[in-house]
């Protein structure tokens, strides 16, 4: 087994798509970057999102059993920035405008009336189907209840331990 330095350097250069993560339902609002989300399944659509136990938003996204994959744009790298500081206090993070609760009578969104970032590349809100613990981290299986699709355009991808864009063809 290599040692845990030289995994996390062979991840740095693992290219990921950054996300912003929310949740809000009876254990609280929380938020936070993560890049390890992925599809497992498109019959019936599930992604996972992968969150270090130690951080807060991990038992309050276990409490509420649900969570909204926000997939940033290239533009946005404050915002995942923002919501990669540990201690920051929830609400300060959600203070700007760019925030709003998906309809719920819209079919292709607000399902689960979460947090969803307006201008994100698409946001997926699910509903928390199954849970692993693996190593230092939770794997969320997520069913995913709704799509909002913002306007195409450059993704924000986290390699070699800083943000990159990747253009839009």
């Known amino acids: ?45 599930i992604l996972l999102v992968c ?6 938003n ?15 744009r290239a533009d946005q790298q404050a915002l995942a920035v923002q919501f990669s500081r540990s201690g920051s206090d929830v609400d300060d993070r959600f203070a700007s405008d760019v925030w709003r609760r998906a309809h719920p009578d819209v079919a292709s969104e607000g399902r689960l009336h979460l947090p ?7 946001s997926l809100e699910c509903a928390i189907t199954g849970m692993a613990e693996v190593g230092s981290h939770t794997v969320f299986y997520c069913t995913v209840e709704s799509a909002r699709f913002g ?7 986290y390699f070699e331990r800083d943000f990159i864009r990747l253009a839009a063809s």
């Open 58 to 72: 991990n038992a309050i996204l276990k409490a509420n059993e649900r969570l909204c994959v926000n997939v940033l």
């Open 151 to 157: 306007a195409a355009g450059d993704a924000l991808l």
């Open 116 to 122: 969803v970032l307006d201008g994100a590349l698409v």
């Open 1 to 45: 087994m290599i040692e845990k330095q030289t995994y996390r350097d062979a991840m740095a250069r693992l290219a990921a798509a950054v996300n912003v993560i929310t949740s809000d339902g009876p254990a609280g609002l929380c938020g936070c970057t993560a890049s390890a989300v992925c599809s497992v399944s498109d019959a019936p659509p």
């Open 51 to 56: 969150i270090n136990r130690a951080s807060r």
